[in-house]
């Protein structure tokens, strides 16, 4: 059964770091992408990047660059997403989401989210 | 702000067909496939309708999508309480590198 198993909730601090975690299972990690989608507070989705665990390549929506930073360890079967400063505007949950095969724009598999709350 | 355009709500009784549609552009729905997620409240997404038209595994064919040019839509016939929910249009948007989703439509089942 594939799953994808996130992270705890986190509550930080403005200016803090974090990294907030996916563990995929019961599938070939490397031959699926990871994307990564926030939705904010009693909002809609928003994709907010991508990676591909086989060459670590990573695209980023380009309302986002530089503010986040997407990463995988293959041993582990393991994405991350992390920050290196919060703001109070990345308060939302937070999900990791695999792309369907062949590198297919469309996300077949869920986790369960992970809820970011900054505050100070 | 987002380029995919969907009607904030829709309902309709028990058994009856509700459409919701999702309007974009040249850049997104007119040259890339369309997705539909459906997120039921306190839930993370899921995915009812990829590559326009195809349904995964497990998904009833209640569910069913179209896409003409630039618009798109999701029909849900024989409604049932359990469809209430959110629901996104989705589609990659080429001149801005972005996966885009639409603004969501809440569905109410009377």
């Known amino acids: 059964e594939v799953q994808l198993v996130q992270s705890g909730a986190e509550v930080k601090k403005p200016g803090e770091s974090l990294r907030i975690s996916c563990q995929g299972s019961?599938?070939?990690?490397?031959?699926?992408?990871i994307s990564w989608v926030r939705q904010m507070p009693g909002k809609g989705l928003e994709w907010m990047g991508r990676?591909?665990?086989?060459?670590?390549?990573?695209n980023y929506s380009p309302s986002l660059q530089g503010h986040v930073t997407v990463s995988v360890d293959k041993s582990t079967g393991t994405a991350y997403f992390q920050w290196s400063s919060l703001q109070p505007s990345d308060t939302a949950i937070y999900y990791c989401?695999?792309?369907?095969?062949?590198?297919?724009?469309?996300?077949?598999?869920w986790g369960q989210g992970t809820l970011v709350t900054v505050s100070s | 702000q987002s380029v995919l355009t969907q009607p904030p709500s829709a309902s309709g009784t028990p058994g009856q067909r509700v459409t919701i549609s999702c309007s974009g552009g040249?850049?997104?729905?007119?040259?890339?496939?369309v997705n539909w997620y459906q997120q039921l409240p306190g839930t993370a997404p899921k995915l009812l309708i990829y590559?326009?038209?195809q349904r995964p595994s497990g998904v009833p064919d209640r569910f069913s999508g179209s896409k003409s040019g630039t618009s798109a839509s999701l029909a849900i016939s024989g409604l049932q309480s359990e469809d209430e929910a959110d629901y996104y249009c989705?589609?990659?948007?080429?001149?801005?590198?972005?996966?885009?989703f639409g603004t969501g439509t809440r569905v109410t089942v009377l």
């Open positions: 989401a695999r792309h369907g095969p062949w590198g297919s724009i469309y996300f077949d598999y």
């Open positions: 590559n326009n038209d």
């Open positions: 019961g599938y070939s990690f490397a031959s699926y992408w």
């Open positions: 989705a589609a990659w948007h080429d001149s801005l590198t972005d996966y885009v």
């Open positions: 990676i591909n665990p086989s060459d670590s390549y990573t």
């Open positions: 040249s850049s997104n729905i007119g040259g890339n496939t």
